[in-house]
């Protein structure tokens, strides 16, 4: 059976160098103990050489990464193989508050390819702002995907990629919302996995693993993942509490 996968989103937190090392430390106690998950944390680029360590059972991300490849004149930019060399492996790519931001989808092509070329993973997040009654997110979600991984279509690279639908209104609400719903996270899933198969061909795209986040927490894990129809969670909020973060991992650890 293949490993669930849980990536932890900690976007501008926490405040201290002191305080990331204990919430990895934290996180690294319960993961180590699980047979079926692969916990990736994706902190602030600033604490990854403190939590960089060779062999550990928490895989490295990152939040976003230059489109420039190597070295460079570009201020304030971080190259995938900076991060590589940081024994980083997977790289978030897309999320909405990049979007929001100004990121647009021929820049998260172009990191999607930097990223592939110094051997990256990739999260690329999708996900439509708002869902009306006429079906015109899906259409947003399959436009999101094909522009960002406009030509990446072998083999090779489809194993290297993870596709995270977050629909944008579902994040951040805290898990207090009355939305949670992993039927019409499943119905997305089956879509999603459709516009992979036909990028990637059949069998590379069906094997592409797609996650999903918005307000996952310990209570609605079970059911994202047994009912959604997807292999793993994309945490934000909820990956800075240990307490929760800890059930999270351990119930995704228990679901066949
Ligand atoms: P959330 O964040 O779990 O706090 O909703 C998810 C994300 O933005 O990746």
Not at 49 to 55: D, G, I, Q, Y
Not at 97 to 106: L, V
Not at 176 to 203: L, W
Request: with cysteine; aromatic share 6%.
């Amino acid at each position: 059976m293949a490993k669930k996968i849980i990536v932890a989103n900690w976007k501008m937190n926490p405040k201290t160098s002191k305080e990331a090392v204990a919430l990895f430390a934290g996180s690294l106690k319960v993961s180590s103990r699980l047979r079926n998950v692969e916990t990736v944390i994706c902190p602030p680029d600033v604490y990854l050489p403190s939590l960089s360590t060779k062999k550990n059972s928490i895989i490295l991300g990152a939040q976003n990464v230059s489109e420039q490849s190597g070295i460079g004149p570009y201020t304030g930019e971080v190259s995938a193989e900076m991060l590589k060399n940081l024994g980083v492996r997977y790289v978030i790519i897309g999320h909405s508050s990049r979007r929001e931001n100004g990121e647009t989808d021929d820049s998260i092509n172009r990191k999607i390819k930097s990223c592939l070329k110094a051997g990256l993973k990739i999260v690329l997040c999708v996900g439509e702002k708002e869902r009306g009654d006429n079906g015109e997110f899906i259409k947003v979600v399959e436009t999101q995907l094909t522009r960002a991984l406009e030509g990446t279509k072998d083999e090779k690279d489809a194993r290297n990629i993870i596709i995270a639908y977050e629909p944008v209104w579902a994040i951040s609400r805290g898990g207090k919302f009355a939305s949670d719903d992993p039927d019409a996270v499943f119905g997305m899933s089956i879509f999603i996995k459709k516009t992979s198969t036909s990028i990637f061909g059949e069998k590379a795209g069906g094997r592409v693993p797609i996650i999903y986040g918005g307000s996952a927490t310990a209570k609605n894990t079970k059911d994202f993942l047994e009912k959604g129809g997807v292999r793993g969670l994309l945490v934000g909020g909820k990956s800075l509490d240990l307490k929760e973060f800890g059930e999270i991992l351990k119930i995704a650890d228990k679901v066949k």
